[in-house]
T-cell receptor, first 112, second 113 residues
Framework: DGGITQSPKYLFRKEGQNVTLSCEQN?????MYWYRQDPGQGLRLIYY???????QKGDIAEGYSVSREKKESFPLTVTSAQKNPTAFYLC???????????FGQGTRLTVV | AQTVTQSQPEMSVQEAETVTLSCTYD???????LFWYKQPPSRQMILVIR??????QNATENRFSVNFQKAAKSFSLKISDSQLGDAAMYFC??????????FGPGTSLSVIP
């Protein structure tokens, strides 16, 4: 079945380490997004990409990096520069012609 | 810049009753898309209903319907015959083609048995 897969579901990171969250979709969607959600809060946009090899910063891009080498994949790296990385991260994708937006199941990142 | 506002941080409804969640947005565009997403405690984002701005007819999906007022830039969600499983965070979202999805801050809905 088509969908978006995020992995891992839970991730633990030591302070000072970089960590990469995976997001893969087989929906043939052009656009992909990364959002951060803190407890009891809404979704804040980190980065988004409308096309392969191109991406734009969202509202809270500092301390994060992304790549879009393939249409299906949009990995997010949480760098050591991110001061408070413990959060729930959601990946989404959408298609321009039908404007559908779907989400992965999320990754819970905890800094230990 | 486009923005989405949900003025009700929390709402509650009696089981089997009807509740309406409010959403307003700001845009200068004429052709866009609006969504309501549900996020239960599992944190999975589930698409509830979708509305194309060029369609005047309000979207409906079983017990869920919207009241789309384009001139007023309002997009409210009505849940009829509320069930315990409807308890969740509800997010209103706006999408402009070839641009990003923008979310409101969310409304936490409780269903009282």
């Amino acid at each position: 079945d088509g969908g978006i897969t995020q992995s891992p579901k839970y991730l633990f990171r030591k302070e000072g380490q970089n960590v990469t969250l995976s997001c893969e979709q087989n929906l043939n969607h052009d656009a992909m997004y990364w959002y951060r959600q803190d407890p009891g809060q809404g979704l804040r946009l980190i980065y988004y990409s409308q096309i392969v090899n191109d991406f734009q910063k969202g509202d809270i891009a500092e301390g994060y990096s992304v790549s879009r080498e393939k249409k299906e994949s949009f990995p997010l790296t949480v760098t050591s520069a991110q001061k408070n990385p413990t959060a729930f991260y959601l990946c989404a994708s959408s298609t321009h012609d039908r404007a559908e937006a779907f989400f992965g199941q999320g990754t819970r990142l905890t800094v230990v | 810049a486009q923005t989405v506002t949900q003025s009700q941080p929390e709402m509650s409804v009696q089981e089997a009753e009807t509740v309406t969640l409010s959403c307003t947005y700001d845009t200068s565009e004429s052709d866009y898309y609006l969504f309501w997403y549900k996020q239960p405690p599992s944190r999975q984002m589930i698409l509830v209903i979708r509305q194309e701005a060029y369609k005047q007819q309000n979207a409906t999906e079983n017990r869920f319907s919207v009241n789309f007022q384009k001139a007023a830039k309002s997009f409210s969600l009505k849940i009829s015959d509320s069930q315990l499983g409807d308890a969740a965070m509800y997010f209103c979202a706006y999408l402009l083609s070839y641009d990003k999805v923008i979310f409101g801050p969310g409304t936490s809905l409780s269903v009282i048995p």
